[in-house]
């Protein structure tokens, strides 16, 4: 099993940047790919972005790609989400997710969530 940890929200004005942290616990967090969904009340988790256990391969939403990026660091059981250039319609709780499955873009992909942190972007 794996516990995750979401940690670096909070309110940022349009334009600036935050960075996303997600502590894993459990070993063999190379062998787990990492997802970030974000959640707007009263709409569905939306895949944001993904990368595989060895960092191989990532995936991105198209609304984010140019502005996020994904990166992980195993020897600390860490994934990590920078986001730049944000615009109020990137507000919502951001939830990490991690599987020992291939990487996949959908909530039916993960099987263990963190229990999100909230970014707030003002115009």
């Known amino acids: 099993q794996v516990h995750l940890v979401e940690s670096g929200g909070g309110l940022v004005q349009a334009g600036g940047s935050l960075r996303l942290s997600c502590a894993a616990s459990?070993?063999?967090?190379?062998?787990?790919?990492t997802g970030w969904f974000r959640q707007v009340p009263g709409k569905e988790r939306q895949f944001v972005i993904g990368i595989s256990g060895r960092g191989g391969r990532i995936y991105y939403a198209d609304s984010v790609k140019g502005r996020f990026t994904i990166s992980r660091d195993n020897a600390k059981n860490t994934v990590y989400l920078q986001m730049n250039s944000l615009k109020p319609e990137d507000t919502a709780v951001y939830y990490c997710?991690?599987?020992?499955?291939?990487?996949?873009?959908?909530?039916?992909?993960?099987?263990?969530w963190g229990q999100g942190t909230q970014v707030t972007v003002s115009s």
């Open positions: 459990g070993r063999a967090f190379s062998s787990y790919s």
């Open positions: 997710a991690a599987d020992d499955r291939i990487i996949g873009i959908t909530r039916l992909d993960y099987n263990y």
